[in-house]
């Protein structure tokens, strides 16, 4: 059973169009993160949930636009894409009361043409 | 695959040999500290993570040792394998970021047979 699981794995789609990435974690954990990969393999934070509470929101465009139905689901919505949104995005989860360890899922990578 | 142009630091060794990866992370509040493995077309997945009051842990063929005085930590390992390719990014939690990985820049491990 895969733990932390996103799709798409790939999204390519023209500038101007709106997109969601759907994440879900089967591991009971409480908190749940988006980080994006840019082409440099550098990973960032972008949004944090704890128990469908916001708690992170980086300087991130207001395009994006998380939303968690329930602890154990966070999708990212993402408006009028523009082709610097071009990343892999990936989704994680952790239990922060017993330990920091997240898990990651597979990532979506999108494409913007 | 990998991009044109990517300037991670690769570390190129030899099958059977030990790797050492290095680290330096900025924040002195950091609490907690974490490696993860990437391979191609996957998600981090956890190495071995260690607290800020042990200089040194072991693991299964890994060790980390943490070094607060000048902010460096390293991930030893021995007999290093062909599966052992990969990116390695060193991670820290500082204690303001509500639980969210800090990562560093990831370094390219290349394992020779």
């Known amino acids: 059973d895969t733990a932390v699981s996103q799709t798409p794995k790939y999204l390519v789609t023209q500038m101007g169009n709106d997109k969601s990435i759907k994440c879900e974690q089967n591991?009971?954990?409480?908190?749940m993160y988006w980080y994006k990969q840019d082409s440099k393999k550098f990973l960032k934070i972008m949004f944090s949930?704890?128990?469908?509470?916001?708690?992170i929101n980086e300087t991130v465009p207001n395009r994006f636009s998380p939303k968690s139905p329930d602890k154990a689901h966070l999708n990212l919505h993402i408006n009028s894409l523009e082709l610097g949104d071009s990343a892999v995005y990936f989704c994680?989860?952790?239990?922060?009361?017993?330990?920091?360890?997240?898990?990651f899922g597979q990532g979506t990578r999108l494409t913007v043409v | 695959g990998e991009s044109v142009g990517l300037h991670l630091p690769t570390l190129s060794v030899q099958e059977g040999d030990n790797s050492i990866i290095n680290c330096a992370y900025s924040?002195?509040?950091?609490?907690?500290f974490i490696w993860y493995k990437q391979e191609s077309g996957k998600g981090p997945q956890f190495i071995i993570d260690?607290?800020?009051?042990?200089d040194k842990r072991q693991g299964q063929r890994v060790t980390v040792l943490l070094n607060k005085t000048v902010k460096h930590l390293s991930l030893q390992i021995a007999a290093t394998q062909p599966g052992d390719s990969a990116v390695y990014f060193c991670?820290?939690?500082?204690?303001?970021?509500?639980?969210?990985?800090?990562f560093g820049k990831g370094t390219s491990l290349l394992v020779t047979p």
């Open positions: 994680a989860s952790s239990q922060v009361l017993q330990g920091e360890e997240a898990f």
């Open positions: 591991l009971g954990h409480d908190t």
């Open positions: 949930y704890n128990n469908k509470e916001l708690i």
């Open positions: 924040n002195s509040a950091s609490d907690y």
């Open positions: 260690i607290r800020s009051n042990m």
């Open positions: 991670a820290e939690i500082p204690s303001n970021s509500g639980y969210a990985l800090n």
